[in-house]
């Protein structure tokens, strides 16, 4: 396909899945807007989740001339995928022609937080202000709205974890008497802005703010974050869900959430034609206690967040579940304002087959195993880098599966080479490959990864086989460069909101 090409199917109405099969640090450094990461080192643990449905048009883009797109395209057919095709000239060819390139991950979600606060106003607090009013112990309540892996990691002195969708859900409570400001804060910009606007969408009668530019902010101010924080908003009261509902209902009516039976759910699940996301909007230990059969857990806050890393088919049809039908329309009303056409709320879940527990992955082919107990030879690491860094099997190298080859360089006279990984999935997968590199080597994998190790680990990044630029690294992981890392980053999200407007195929709604 040429970009030509690509730009029109982009602007048009037709189902279409743009995904860059390059690693994600790569894809970091410049990608058409609307390209998903779905690099080539882990395609098929991804794909599924990302284009579920093997008939939807899918198109593989790399640099250019590096041959991934193919080897990608050759993958994708194995697995049963009938209609791709490779970005002619990748993404130098795009750009040639005249196609705008973004820096960054998650970039529509990004973009589209910077487009919220502009439309709207929504209004911020200076980390100082903040400061101020905490001394002077004005009332407020700080809600942080990261999941609680990111929070626990840091968080504004204070904060209560109520991650994304949330939000509106258990604030009620919270924030029981209208004159307490409420102040949403995430790590930088994006989450702290829809969360602040959600709640002011929903109606609710306090004041609320977003932390101008989150705890990043509040660090480069010179304040210190707390640390381990397991400060959780509990499920609302009786009176608080009543409230939340309420104003579910006047999100629902003002961003025209359209709401889908059990009956029309069934008949889209039915139709080889279009493309279904069924989503569960839910925390995990809801989704995990019981979840429609067949869903996918994606939290709401996180599913706005970073849509690229939960939905890659345009124009498909997104169906989102949550019983007490709050989280799910809220999500709802921010997909739809970010051009989703066909987002539908699931009106009742009476009569759908249900499951319980975390949903299983994808089937791989299993290689030949070893325990940990049982361990010898040359270990070659394939988790990623920043995983690397902070822990892995002493003496082990590291690699990159799309890799392989560079890794040879490296260890080149081994008798016995074990794979390993987080959790020995993409070992397994990456095994055959690596028995054709190694034709004299016996290649075996660690049974369940890194996760079986239990002996001490060792950190560090001395025996790296390729350039760790595998994963895009957050400011934080740069260690003593974090604050200037945090800086670029701040200046890079704000910028987006201008280089938007020179792409003609990106369109957020208002209302």
């Known amino acids: 396909m040429t970009s030509a090409e690509l730009q029109a199917a982009l602007a048009g109405g037709g189902e279409l899945a743009l995904l ?86 998650n970039v529509p979600s990004k973009a589209f937080g910077e487009f919220v606060e502009h439309h709207y106003g929504t209004p911020r607090v200076p980390p100082e202000e903040l400061k101020r009013h905490l001394a002077e112990g004005k009332r407020l309540v700080i809600l942080d709205s990261r999941p609680l892996e990111e929070y626990h990691r840091m968080n504004i002195p204070g904060g209560i974890d109520v991650p994304g969708a949330e939000l509106a859900y258990r604030v009620h409570d919270l924030a029981s008497d209208p004159d307490t400001l409420v102040v949403v804060n995430c790590a930088g910009r994006t989450r702290s802005i829809i969360g602040c606007q959600s709640l002011r969408n929903a109606g609710i009668p306090n004041p609320v703010v977003a932390l101008k530019d989150g705890t990043m902010g509040w660090e480069l101010a010179g304040f210190e974050c707390e640390r381990g924080s397991q400060r959780v908003a509990p499920p609302p009261s009786q009176q608080g869900k009543v409230k939340a509902l309420a104003a579910a209902e006047r999100v629902a009516s003002r961003f025209h959430v359209k709401f889908a039976t059990e009956e029309k759910l069934e008949s889209w699940q039915r139709d080889l034609q279009r493309t279904l996301y069924l989503l569960d909007v839910r925390t995990r230990g809801e989704f995990e206690q019981a979840h429609v059969a067949g869903s996918r857990h994606a939290p709401g806050g996180q599913l706005v967040q970073a849509t690229d890393e939960y939905v890659a088919v345009r124009n498909a049809r997104l169906v989102l579940v949550d019983p007490e039908r709050v989280r799910a329309v809220m999500t709802a009303s921010w997909l739809n304002q970010m051009g989703w056409n066909d987002v539908y709320v699931l009106d009742d879940l009476a009569g759908l087959a249900m499951e319980s527990g ?51 360089k490296s260890l080149k006279e081994v008798n016995r080479l074990v794979l390993t990984s987080e959790d020995s999935l993409l070992a397994h997968l990456a095994a055959p490959e690596a028995a054709a ?45 974090y604050r200037q890392r945090a800086r670029d980053y701040l200046d890079w999200e704000v910028a987006l909101v201008e280089q938007i407007k020179r792409d003609p195929a990106i369109r957020f709604r208002t209302y």
């Open 20 to 105: 860059d099969v390059r690693e994600q640090g790569v894809h970091y450094r410049g990608h058409p807007f609307f390209a998903c990461p779905a690099p080539l080192s882990r395609l098929e643990l991804v794909v599924g989740d990302l284009v579920p449905r093997r008939g939807a048009k899918v198109v593989l883009l790399d640099g250019g001339g590096e041959g991934l797109a193919e080897k990608a395209a050759a993958r994708l057919t194995a697995l049963g995928y009938s209609d791709v095709s490779a970005l002619e000239g990748g993404c130098a060819a795009w750009k040639a022609s005249g196609g705008e390139l973004f820096r960054g991950v």
């Open 358 to 408: 975390p949903r299983k992955p994808a089937p791989v082919p299993r290689w030949k195993t070893v325990t940990a107990a049982g361990i010898s030879g040359s270990v070659l690491d394939l988790s990623t880098s920043l995983h690397f860094r902070g822990g892995h099997i002493p003496g082990a190298w590291w690699g990159v599966r799309s890799r392989l080859e560079e890794a040879t």
């Open 437 to 481: 590199l190694w034709p004299d080597t016996e290649v075996v994998v660690l049974e369940g990864g890194n996760a079986a190790w239990t002996r001490p680990m060792e950190s560090g990044f001395e025996r790296a086989t390729t350039a760790p630029d595998d994963v895009a690294y957050k400011p934080y992981d740069h260690g003593a460069d």
